[in-house]
T-cell receptor
Framework: AQSVAQPEDQVNVAEGNPLTVKCTYS??????LFWYVQYPNRGLQFLLK??????LVKGSYGFEAEFNKSQTSFHLKKPSALVSDSALYFC???????????FGKGTRLHILP | GAGVSQTPSNKVTEKGKYVELRCDPI?????LYWYRQSLGQGPEFLIY????????DSGLPNDRFFAVRPEGSVSTLKIQRTERGDSAVYLC??????????????FGPGTRLTVL
């Protein structure tokens, strides 16, 4: 069965510092991997996805994520955090043979001014 | 409006009542998904439509939950004999298609259901 783990409920980072939000996954085949962001009172917004090819994926708002097959991880990163990046971030996985997306529990990111 | 819309935004009902939640996907999107998000959790898959048919309803928790998409566009999630445990935010998403070539899902703002 597919699963996603986000080991940190909350991450605090000072503005201007690099940030990392961790995600590990479990899927039987080759995965599609995603990051979504949820701002208060707004719907989930797509940030980026890994389908195939280069392990480093670049997405919206300066975010990027690195697919590591041996560690089954897909950590979200940004070189320099902004206060406006404060939100709830969800990692998600889809088995290529299936249509369902399985989401992690989410990590709340606080960027401190 | 170019995005996915959901109505109502909030629904308060009493235990045992019947509710309907509506989703209007992005025009031209053939795939439509329903999720449920409980407090402090990520979205949980309920059902997926490709066109008018339910391609995968394995996430529906029990037979009180049912969803339709009769014309391949708007979808309605129906919950009978609501229980307090049904309280959650119900999210709808749509994408161009599913299958081999993946397209990302676009989410609506959700309907917050509260069962008293």
């Amino acid at each position: 069965a597919q699963s996603v783990a986000q080991p940190e409920d909350q991450v605090n980072v000072a503005e201007g510092n690099p940030l990392t939000v961790k995600c590990t996954y479990s899927v039987s085949g080759n995965p599609y991997l995603f990051w979504y962001v949820q701002y208060p009172n707004r719907g989930l917004q797509f940030l980026l996805k890994y389908i195939t090819g280069d392990n480093l994926v670049k997405g919206s708002y300066g975010f990027e994520a690195e697919f590591n097959k041996s560690q089954t991880s897909f950590h979200l990163k940004k070189p320099s955090a902004l206060v406006s990046d404060s939100a709830l971030y969800f990692c998600a996985v889809r088995d290529r043979r299936d249509d369902k997306i399985i989401f992690g529990k989410g990590t709340r990111l606080h960027i401190l001014p | 409006g170019a995005g996915v819309s959901q109505t109502p935004s909030n629904k308060v009902t009493e235990k045992g009542k019947y509710v309907e939640l509506r989703c209007d996907p992005i025009s031209g999107h053939t795939a439509l998904y329903w999720y449920r998000q409980s407090l402090g959790q990520g979205p949980e898959f309920l059902i997926y439509f490709q066109g008018t048919g339910a391609a995968d309803d394995s996430g529906l928790p029990n037979d009180r939950f049912f969803a339709v998409r009769p014309e391949g566009s708007v979808s309605t999630l129906k919950i009978q004999r609501t229980e307090r445990g049904d309280s959650a935010v119900y999210l709808c998403a749509s994408s161009l298609t599913s299958g081999v070539s993946y397209n990302e899902q676009f989410f609506g703002p959700g309907t917050r259901l509260t069962v008293l």
